[in-house]
T-cell receptor
Framework: DTEVTQTPKHLVMGMTNKKSLKCEQHMGHRAMYWYKQKAKKPPELMFVYSYEKLSINESVPSRFSPECPNSSLLNLHLHALQPEDSALYLC??????????????FGDGTRLSIL | GEDVEQSLFLSVREGDSSVINCTYTDSSSTYLYWYKQEPGAGLQLLTYIFSNMDMKQDQRLTVLLNKKDKHLSLRIADTQTGDSAIYFCAEKGTSYDKVIFGPGTSLSVIP
């Protein structure tokens, strides 16, 4: 069982819909991540939150809007997505204390399909 | 820049050993990771090695690191059908918040 919980597991939405992906961890980690993963490819980093502040935005289109309400929660708000945005969206967390070993722990992802 | 390479496919017979290879370019990497991804699931951290180590063993898994050649390998002893998955090699990049992933090696285990 993963210690990073993502909901929903599957999401189908139209291009004009607004929806949100949610991620939760209770490991006391202070860094949280959103990744996009296409089939048979490695995860691509989208956003990093460190101590609840956005520290990295990998030039992600504004139709994706991240939010970190507290140290345990991470949301990804979706609006006006395109068919090419269909993918597995993975959330991860790590200790976020700078140096040292900080393996990222992943959730099982949300499978997103854009109609 | 930082780059991680892996062979894309590996096929082994059940009970044999599997060796998945990885090369990386960042000589300042401090930690190197192996993740496993089964179909429809997220990434599971299998093991990691610190750059001042040559080898790490954890049950059926053995990680070998050749820092001079920037070469990392993962050996799975007595490979089982449940080991069929994609295996990602990853290095901790120069930015402490980023991990650089390889393209993944798809391991198929033949019964």
């Amino acid at each position: 069982d993963t210690e990073v919980t993502q909901t929903p597991k599957h999401l189908v939405m139209g291009m004009t819909n607004k929806k949100s992906l949610k991620c939760e961890q209770h490991m006391g980690h202070r860094a949280m991540y959103w990744y996009k993963q296409k089939a048979k490819k490695p995860p691509e980093l989208m956003f990093v939150y460190s101590y609840e502040k956005l520290s990295i935005n990998e030039s992600v289109p504004s139709r994706f809007s991240p939010e970190c309400p507290n140290s345990s929660l991470l949301n990804l708000h979706l609006h006006a997505l395109q068919p090419e945005d269909s993918a597995l969206y993975l959330c991860a967390s790590s200790q976020g204390q700078g140096q040292g070993n900080q393996p990222q722990h992943f959730g099982d992802g949300t499978r997103l399909s854009i109609l | 820049g930082e780059d991680v390479e892996q062979s894309l496919f590996l096929s082994v017979r059940e009970g044999d050993s599997s060796v998945i290879n990885c090369t990386y370019t960042d000589s300042s990497s401090t930690y190197l990771y192996w993740y496993k991804q089964e179909p429809g699931a997220g990434l599971q951290l299998l093991t990691y090695i610190f750059s001042n180590m040559d080898m790490k063993q954890d049950q059926r898994l053995t990680v070998l690191l050749n820092k001079k050649d920037k070469h990392l390998s993962l050996r799975i002893a007595d490979t089982q059908t449940g080991d069929s998955a994609i295996y990602f090699c990853a290095e901790k990049g120069t930015s402490y918040d980023k991990v650089i992933f390889g393209p993944g090696t798809s391991l198929s285990v033949i019964p």
